[in-house]
């Protein structure tokens, strides 16, 4: 063993994890209720495909790092 | 008969074989065979003297050949006196070797000397052999109430392809209570420890068979198959998965077992089954779990400290001679502590066998779990494991996780060494999970929106299915017509402000230029809604909703001509320097009129919104 081996960690700590998936899926269902708000009121011909687009990534990129936290944390290490 | 035989066999192989070899010479030969746990361990010291003219660099040890297919592990090391245990100490390089004049019933390993022997030269080294299945219970079946004996067999004098010149052998047992033991000359026998020996000047090949008949109630704790399966996530953990097939290896048990008998008496009613057994996990382990297939299960005892986490199993029924059971055990560990960097590789260092005190493993199957993109793998091992790669599907992977497993049969807690896997892994694959999730999440989203946009009506061309479709549109105008009254609106409720600053700081100008820019954007509105109008005048299913609608632009307009009545007259009362009194009275009439109005367009707005 080369003596300069030095100890690989996780990008996040782990004693975050909950608390970022918390926060992170709070934020994600927030933005997706509003999707969801925009899809349900706008009419079909006023409503604009870009911002449904951009809602619903923001949304899937809190949902999913939020879901991943939620998962580590849980101890399912990925 | 069957140790009669072999030494009949020894002893012409003795007389065939003594001149052949070289010149060395064991000067002292120290054995200490140790009983005292299922596991048989030979430590022997040994000095070897060059008494020929030859250089010599290798030493032949011998083991016959029903020794030789128990054996697990072997190791020489230089011998150190006491007290100087502090340096590490370097293995001497052992290799099985096949000399040509050798008798086949004896296998062979040569131990590499650290520097040649030179004549009347001599050195001094340590050998541990550890074998494994060399006990034989004898009685072969016993019921709940008996003790467990156990036979081993070995030769009094060491058995060594040279002469040796003062040897002694001792025999630790568990128990004093011996059931009998060979007599030899110079024998003698202290509590649970046979003395054989001092015996001098033996020729070499020379076999004195003796066999120790004694009690030993220790548990025969025997694996049949393990399977250890260690998965990284650099996450920030380290599982481990350990699969037991495990097995008492002792006496057969016969007869039937009460319950009663054991739970009343269990030291003499069940005195050579094991209830429990003991892991020594590495420190800071957590989420450990003790299960099998029927579920959990709830007697294990969890205790740690800085240095070592202990687990302290219980197995459902006690173990008795013959008795399997099979579980399941997982932890997972912290992976600062097991994965390391060096010169852009990672690499995982952890130990190769089960923190099972003192088992026997007959087939060890190590799987390391790499994550999922993760390229040239290495392994480097202390000792010959057979190996090949395999891959994994598990939470979140598309190809795969690449699985290095390792097989290796009869292992002994000796083989509980570190071993080293070496890897590539980019640190972006890492994202390739939470992507996993985005993408998932997205295509939802997506799929909703393509939902919504869908007309997934079937007759296209029917009444209803136009008269929705015109409706459709009509509510889109109507949405974009109440969009550009609630702008003139905000226009006003500026102009308003603009009023207040003006009240506030005097400043005429501002406020003429706010109003210069009202204007602009109203006309601008109102042009914007004529087509509106006009389509909704021409269109049918409007009809009903277009009263509403005119009467609320008509409304509207009135709005906006008198805050333009009364920002001019505002605006004009300062310009003429009037006091605010006055000019307040001014517009008191109109700012009652404006906010009916005001009241009337938000109710006609809201009635629209509700259609």
């Known amino acids: ?78 | 008969m069957e140790s009669f035989r072999f030494c009949f066999l020894m002893l012409t192989i003795a007389i065939l074989a003594s001149p052949a070899l070289s010149d060395l010479v064991l000067s002292k030969v120290d054995r200490r065979i140790y009983l005292t746990s299922h596991i048989v361990r030979i430590s022997s010291t040994m000095k070897v003297e060059n008494a020929g003219s030859e250089k010599e660099s290798k030493v032949l040890l011998a083991f016959p050949e029903q020794q030789a297919k128990n054996m697990a592990y072997l190791i020489a090391t230089p011998h150190e006196g006491k007290g100087k245990g502090k340096n590490p100490v370097v293995a001497l390089p052992v290799e099985a070797a096949n000399p040509k004049d050798m008798p086949a019933a004896l296998t062979l390993y040569s131990v590499s000397l650290p520097k040649g022997l030179a004549e009347g030269d001599s050195f001094t080294f340590d050998v541990l052999a550890v074998f494994t299945h060399a006990l034989r219970p004898i009685p072969e079946q016993i019921t709940q109430a008996d003790i467990q004996l156990v036979l081993y067999q070995d030769s009094a004098h060491y058995l060594s392809p040279y002469a040796v010149k003062v040897q002694s052998l001792s025999v630790k047992l568990p128990d004093s209570r011996i059931e009998s033991y060979t007599k030899l000359e110079n024998t003698k026998i202290h509590g649970s420890e046979i003395k054989y020996g001092p015996y001098e000047n033996i020729p070499s090949f020379s076999y004195s068979p003796i066999a120790v008949h004694f009690e030993s109630n220790l548990p025969f704790a025997v694996a049949h198959e393990l399977v250890r399966e260690i998965e990284i996530s650099h996450w920030g953990n380290v599982q481990v998965t350990e699969h037991y097939k495990l097995i008492h290896g002792g006496a057969q048990s016969k007869g039937e077992f009460s319950r009663l008998d054991f739970q009343a008496r269990p030291n003499v009613r069940g005195a050579s089954a094991f209830r429990y057994l003991v892991a020594n996990l590495p420190p800071r382990a957590h989420s450990v779990y003790y299960r099998d297939e029927i579920g959990n299960i709830s007697t294990s005892h969890l205790r740690g400290d800085s240095k070592k986490t202990e687990l302290l199993i219980e197995p459902r029924y006690p173990m008795f001679g013959g008795w399997r059971t099979a579980f399941t055990i997982g932890y997972g560990l912290p992976l600062q502590d097991f994965l390391f960097e060096s010169d852009g590789k990672r690499f995982l260092n952890i130990t190769f066998s089960s923190p099972m005190v003192e088992l026997v493993i007959d087939a060890l199957i190590v799987k390391v779990v790499l994550p999922e993109g993760s390229s040239d793998i290495s392994v480097a091992a202390p000792f010959p494991v057979e190996q090949w790669q395999e891959t994994k599907i598990s939470h979140l992977d598309i190809d795969g996780r690449p699985v290095v497993v390792l097989k290796k049969t009869n292992v002994v807690p000796e083989h509980n060494q570190f071993f080293q896997v070496y890897y590539h892994f980019s640190q972006l694959s890492m994202l390739r999970e939470p992507l996993m999730l985005i993408s998932g999440f997205f295509f939802f989203f997506v799929a909703c929106i393509v939902y919504m946009h869908a007309d997934i009506s079937i007759s296209k061309s029917s009444a209803s299915y136009l008269a929705k479709q015109q409706w459709e549109e009509v509510q889109a105008v109507i949405q974009q017509v109440q969009n550009i009254i609630s702008r003139c609106l905000t226009t006003h409720d500026n102009l308003e402000a603009s009023l207040r600053d003006l009240s506030r700081t005097g400043n005429i100008q501002a406020c003429k230029a706010a109003r210069k820019a009202a204007d602009g954007l109203l006309k601008e509105l109102s042009k914007e809604l004529k087509p509106l109008l006009t389509f909704l005048q021409s269109s049918p299913s409007a009809a009903q909703v277009l009263p509403k609608v005119e009467e609320l632009v008509a409304k509207e307009r009135e709005l906006q001509e008198k805050v333009m009545v009364k920002h001019s007259t505002v605006v004009d009362g300062y310009e003429k320097k009037l006091g605010a009194r006055d000019i307040e009275n001014r517009v008191a009439l109109q700012q009652q009129k404006l906010t009916a109005l005001r009241q009337e367009v938000d109710d006609l707005l809201e009635f629209i919104d509700e259609i």
Request: hydrophobic content about 55%.
């Open chain 1, 1 to 78: 063993m080369a003596p300069p081996a030095k100890p690989i960690t996780s990008p996040v700590s782990d004693a975050w994890y909950p608390t970022l998936a918390l926060l992170m899926l709070s934020i994600g269902l927030v933005v997706t209720a509003s999707f969801f708000i925009y899809e349900a009121t706008s009419l079909k011909r006023n409503r604009c495909l870009a911002k449904e687009l951009i809602t619903g990534g923001v949304a899937s990129v809190f949902l999913g790092f939020g879901s991943l936290f939620l998962l580590l944390s849980a101890g399912v290490y990925v």
